[in-house]
């Protein structure tokens, strides 16, 4: 059974950094795909970053230069690297993972950036 289990939300003020865990179990984790999404209250999940199992990169607009995706294999980890940090960025964040047949999320950390 795959799960997915984040960490490293938390509360910030504006400009402050944050990184993000997200830590995989069950899953062939070296070869899917990887991302983070995030869901503001009031609005639809939007994708913030994906990576490949080969490492390719993909961020919103809204992201660029700002956040950084990356994953290391031997821990079955991805982080999300969050750095200027802006009040529209508060959101619960959710890990996801693409599997061969599925997808799995995780639970989700708030990160909340204060103006």
């Known amino acids: 059974q795959v799960q997915l289990v984040e960490s490293g939300g938390g509360l910030v003020q504006a400009g402050g950094s944050l990184r993000l865990s997200c830590a995989a179990s069950g899953s062939i984790f070296s070869i899917n795909a990887m991302g983070w999404y995030r869901q503001a209250p009031g609005k639809q999940r939007e994708l913030v970053a994906a990576?490949?199992?080969?490492?390719?990169?993909n961020y919103a607009d809204s992201v660029k230069g700002r956040f950084t995706i990356s994953r290391d294999n031997a821990k079955n980890t991805v982080y999300l690297q969050m750095n200027s940090l802006k009040p529209e960025d508060t959101a619960v964040y959710y890990c996801?993972?693409?599997?061969?047949?599925?997808?799995?999320w995780g639970q989700g950390t708030q990160v909340t950036v204060s103006s």
């Open positions: 990576i490949t199992g080969g490492g390719i990169t």
């Open positions: 996801k993972e693409w599997g061969e047949r599925d997808d799995y």
